[in-house]
Structures are given as C-alpha cells and as structure tokens.
C-alpha cells in the first residue's frame, strides 16, 4: 500500500539486501516507516470506505469475479461471481452470514467458527498494524528472512484472539509482501500464505492489487487480481445486514423476543389474507 513506486512487485525482486547493521531496527521503527511509506495517518484516516472488484483465478482455469466492500469502523461484504451465482459473505459489525447458492442455499445463514474468524479479520479497515496496540495485537521483529531469494524484515504479530501472522516487510518500501497465518481448524493447526504485489495508489493511499493465498507449500493457490478499487463512495449500511434481519428491531435481530406492547393487533382483512399452510413458499427477491 502506498507511495511512489508502481509495480512493487518487479522492484522488490531485484533489490539489494541492507546490510545487517542496517537491518537491526525495532517493531516499532519497521511499523512507522510502513505507514508513512502507504501514504501516512492523515490519508489512511481520511479514507471511510472501500470498494475492490476483480478475478479469482484457481486451478485448472477456474474464474470467476469476485468484490470486496468495507466501511468504518468494520464493516465488510465479499461477494464471489460465478455461473450466474452470487455467493455472498459479509460483517455487520456484530454478525457474520453468508448465502452459497452452488450448495443449493439461496437464503442466508450464519458463518461457522472458522468463517466468522476470516471475516473479522478481513473487517479490520486498515490491517492489523496500523494503531496495533490499540487494537490488542502485540508485533514484535524477529530478524530477517529471504522471500524469493531477497531479505525482508520479519514481524511476529500476534493478534487480540491469539492468532500468530508473520508479516514480511519489504527492506526498501517497508509494505509486506507475504503473510504467513497459523490457524486452528477443528483442532489442528493449519499453515496458510499469502503474496502481495503490485501496489498502486487509490486516494493518496496504496494497496496491493495482486494477492494469491492458499495452504503453506502447496501448489494450488488462489489468485485475485484487482482491476478497480475504489474510496469513499456512499455505501449503505444495509449492505452488510443478513437481508432476512434488514429492518427489523435490534431485539429480534438478535434472537430476543419482541415486547408485546409494541405489537398491533391484526385486521380483519390481515387475518384473511394469511397464506394457507400449505401454499408453496414464494422465491426471495432478486437483489
């Protein structure tokens, strides 16, 4: 994310090692250049919402087209595109859902464990390093370690639900270009990894527009590459609600009773319009 220098990717593959009195810097020292080299606090601030679009490519060809929308404070919906089918995973701050139309679901649910950690931690509008400490997470360096034959500064960050990344922090634009994530998943730990490349600047800040993850040394991984990524358009909050909790009293969108005070009698007319019991259910509205 951020400041002169388009195509990170190529750069960072012909640069030179700093030497290692050169590289003796604290976490602290390693976080502060990052954010004053992606565009510093007052741009990082000034941006409210964002909004990413792009292709997924897998294995074997697979594609499909895939967006990303966040707003403050963390906020978040992730659609995936494919075969006319719109997967949706989203935040709204205190509950996460999604709708898998391939499964054969086409009405929300809400995320399992594993999925809800994932869409927490893609909620966090600026990352897990900007403002760390207030966020809980603990970063410390813990030397250097070559990525794809050059030497990157390397952070242990340790988030707020116990969560251990490793962030490599490029040595001459300080702006990570991998991410290793150790995970529990149904009891065991899982490796997974990230590599991040090409930034580009969006409102005076930068961010990568190539990102391919999957499992630690495994081949198959996913790509998303970024054509478009936008800040501060107007996005409603309703975008991130479960479309079945839209509109509805904090109370029951919370599982909790309605009071009965605050609920009219039905009319007459009302009562003969009830669907009979066996009358088919009626598909949702197309969004």
Do not use: C, H
């Not at 606090?41 to 074997?60: E, P, V």
């Not at 966040?70 to 999604?98: A, C, H």
């Not at 050059?150 to 300080?174: F, I, P, Q, S, W």
Request: aromatic share 10%; no cysteine; net charge neutral.
């Amino acid at each position: 994310m951020r400041r002169g220098f388009l195509a990170l990717t190529a750069l960072v593959l012909f640069a030179i090692p700093l030497s290692p009195s050169a590289a003796a810097q604290t976490a602290d020292e390693i976080v502060s250049k990052y954010v004053k080299a992606i565009g510093g606090m007052d741009k990082i601030n000034a941006l409210k919402t964002l909004q990413r679009s792009g292709k997924f490519t897998g294995g074997g060809g697979f594609e499909a087209r895939v967006t990303q929308e966040n707003k403050r404070p963390n906020l978040v919906r992730e659609d995936f595109f494919i075969q006319g089918m719109d997967g949706v995973t989203s935040y709204d701050g205190k509950n996460g859902w999604k709708i898998e139309p391939w499964e054969g679901k086409k009405d929300p649910e809400p995320l399992g464990e594993d999925e809800l950690k994932d869409i927490i931690a893609d909620s966090d509008f600026d990352g897990p390093l900007v403002n760390y400490a207030a966020k809980g997470n603990k970063v410390e360096y813990v030397g250097t370690e070559p990525v794809e034959g050059t030497d990157a500064y390397k952070l242990k960050v340790t988030m707020a639900n116990g969560e251990v990344r490793y962030y490599y922090m490029d040595t001459d634009y300080y702006v990570p270009i991998k991410i290793e994530t150790k995970r529990m998943i149904r009891g065991a730990e899982r490796e997974f990894e990230s590599s991040l490349g090409d930034y580009k600047q969006v409102d005076g800040v930068y961010f990568p527009w190539s990102i391919e993850s999957g499992p630690k040394g495994s081949p198959q991984k996913g790509k998303v590459t970024f054509d478009k990524i936008t800040a501060n358009n107007s996005i409603a909050d309703s975008r991130f609600i479960e479309p079945s909790a839209a509109g509805k009293p904090e109370a029951q969108r919370e599982g909790q009773p309605t009071d009965a005070s605050q609920m009219q009698p039905k009319t007459q007319r009302e009562k003969q319009q009830k669907p009979l019991a066996n009358e088919p259910k009626k598909p949702p509205v197309e969004r």
